[in-house]
């Protein structure tokens, strides 16, 4: 009898906050997560009030807010730990610099 060895899903690194407000759910009857503040202050993350609740997240020293949505507030922590929210904005100031190419498909700005 041969054992399957298991492997385990790597743990996403995510940026640590600071829960500032929750409201309870109607449905769920729990307690939500509205909006967070990134434990170094440099990052906000704001519940959207619209179909499916995406999340927002705003780089709060240059006030820019990423291009892309989360799904989750986990998933907003993720973009903000991999660095992928902070090559958003850097290319939306090299847009407002008009420091790259025309059209930039991965610029919101462009697009």
Known sequence: MST???TRKPRRTL???TVTASYPSFRAGR???WSAVSDDGVWAY???EMSGTPW???HKP???EVGTWAGTLSEAREMTANGSALADVELQTAHQRGEHAERDPGCVKCS
Do not use: N
């Open 46 to 48: 704001e519940r959207l």
């Open 15 to 17: 940026t640590p906050v």
């Open 56 to 58: 927002s997240i705003l």
């Open 4 to 6: 399957a060895a298991r």
């Open 62 to 64: 240059t006030g820019i």
């Open 31 to 33: 307690v939500e997560a």
